[in-house]
């Protein structure tokens, strides 16, 4: 498809356990963003990747959370040693990176249910 | 100074009728300030967006004014439908990077 892919779309785990979280972006965008969805709450800013350097971790909330981009494309967030509050909605976006476009394209997300 | 404040948390607006939604920034540094609508299960969307050299923007039913000196903008959704029900989050930026800093949403109910 033409839109930006995460995977998996739910997962389940277990408290303790590591998990991946995948993003696909647009084909050619060259910005790509992580944020948090909580229940009822607001996108919570995790992490930005120009290329493949991340100029803005500043949203990482702890060093459990760490996240990658290859090749100027796809992007992994990893959860380590998940706990119950890591539960939560996970977006991915991208944009084309120009300075006056300023749209994110936002992908439905990976929910994350920690047990 | 990162925060962007959003309300009312929740909305119910009679078919046809206004809905009204505020935002407050705080970082004069931002240059950049979309509406995003999602529905359930979906990725938010945007919707329209603003620049602080004019004061207000229209597109169709839905119109952002913007207030510069009052650090303030909102979106009014006019004859708002029942399809127009959603969650609507506003944001702020900077151009130079793409991010946004999000409100925490308004879960908008339209009536029949």
């Known amino acids: 498809g033409a839109g930006v892919s995460q995977s998996p779309s739910n997962k389940v785990t277990e408290k303790g356990k590591d998990v991946e979280l995948r993003c696909d972006p647009i084909?050619?965008?060259?910005?790509l963003y992580w944020y948090r969805q909580s229940l009822g709450q607001g996108l919570e800013f995790l992490i930005y990747f120009q290329g493949n350097s991340a100029p803005d971790k500043s949203g990482l909330p702890s060093d459990r959370f760490s996240a990658e981009r290859t090749g100027g494309s796809v992007s992994t967030l990893t959860i380590q040693r998940t706990q119950q509050e890591d539960s939560a909605v996970y977006l991915c976006a991208s944009s084309s990176g120009g300075a006056n476009t300023g749209e994110l394209f936002f992908g439905e997300g990976s929910r994350l249910t920690v047990l | 100074q990162q925060q962007v404040k959003q309300s009312p948390q929740s909305l119910i607006v009679q078919k046809g009728g206004i809905s009204i939604i505020n935002c407050a920034y705080e970082?004069?540094?931002?240059?950049?300030f979309p509406w995003y609508q999602q529905f359930p299960g979906k990725g938010p969307a945007l919707l329209i967006a603003i620049r602080p050299d004019v004061s207000e923007k229209k597109e169709g039913r839905f119109t952002i004014s913007f207030n510069k000196s009052a650090k303030q903008f909102s979106l009014h959704i006019m004859d708002s439908q029942p399809g127009d029900s959603a969650t609507y989050f506003c944001?702020?930026?900077?151009?130079?990077?793409?991010?946004?800093?999000f409100g925490q949403g308004t879960t908008l109910q339209v009536k029949p």
């Open positions: 084909s050619g965008h060259t910005a």
């Open positions: 970082n004069t540094a931002f240059d950049y």
């Open positions: 944001a702020a930026g900077s151009s130079n990077t793409g991010k946004l800093i």
